[in-house]
């Protein structure tokens, strides 16, 4: 266990329905990471957070898709109108971020988020 | 475009084999590179590289970097039917998004 949660581990939904997952990162992480991984690939980066500012958003992350992380803490990923090609293991990991233009520091993930649109 | 490649796809050893698995890189803004180990649930953190040429060890698993031909090795020694797992390279990118290769499936046969 390595200390990031997520919620739920497994949603089933109708296409076109909204659904949100919510990711708790290590506690005195300021980083905090979301990626897709889809089955015999590598995960791929969606956003991510430093503290409650999201710097960064892939091009993979179209309009349906929305990531906050109000105080800095936890945050939400929403897809609203879901598609069958949104069907994959979303995943969250946060890290801490370096304080120099050299230094950077490890991921941990989360457990993941399945989701299945039928 | 930032590509990370490596090899083999698949592999099948048996138990006390030593395994080499194989991680290229072509990325724009370097910083770091991190192995994963991945069973059926989310990456565990096993290697963080940064400089050339310093192996990292861990008990019988180990890793080494090289900036100039921009690849890295994890080498698997004495394997065990638990190191049976999808084991993923990635390169961390300023701004520490890291992209990720599509991982290496080892199976150990007992």
């Known amino acids: 266990d390595t200390g990031v949660s997520q919620d739920p581990r497994h949603k089933i939904t109708k296409r076109g329905q909204n659904v949100t997952f919510r990711c708790d990162p290590i506690s005195e992480h300021n980083r905090l990471y979301w990626y897709r991984q889809t089955l015999g690939q590598g995960p791929e980066f969606l956003t991510y957070?430093?503290?409650?500012?999201?710097?960064?958003k892939s091009r993979l992350l179209s309009n349906r898709f929305s990531a906050e992380r109000p105080k800095g803490s936890f945050s939400t990923l929403e897809i609203q109108r879901t598609e069958q090609g949104d069907s994959a293991m979303y995943l969250c990991?946060?890290?801490?971020?370096?304080?120099?233009?050299?230094?950077?520091?490890?991921?941990?993930f989360g457990p993941g988020t399945r989701l299945t649109v039928t | 475009e930032d590509k990370v490649v490596q090899s083999p796809l698949s592999l099948v050893v048996h138990e006390g084999d030593t395994v080499t698995l194989n991680c290229s890189y072509e990325v724009t803004n370097f910083r770091s590179l991190l192995w994963y180990k991945q069973e059926k649930k989310a990456p565990t953190f096993l290697f963080m590289l940064t400089s050339s040429g310093i192996e990292k060890k861990s008990g019988r698993l180990s890793s080494i970097l090289d900036k100039k031909e921009l690849f890295s090795i994890l080498n698997i020694t004495a394997t065990q039917t638990g190191d049976s797992a999808i084991y993923l390279c990635a390169v961390m990118e300023y701004g520490n998004k890291l992209v990720f290769g599509a991982g290496t499936i080892l199976r150990v046969k007992s």
């Open positions: 990991a946060s890290s801490l971020r370096g304080t120099g233009a050299e230094s950077s520091y490890e991921q941990y």
């Open positions: 957070f430093q503290n409650e500012a999201q710097l960064e």
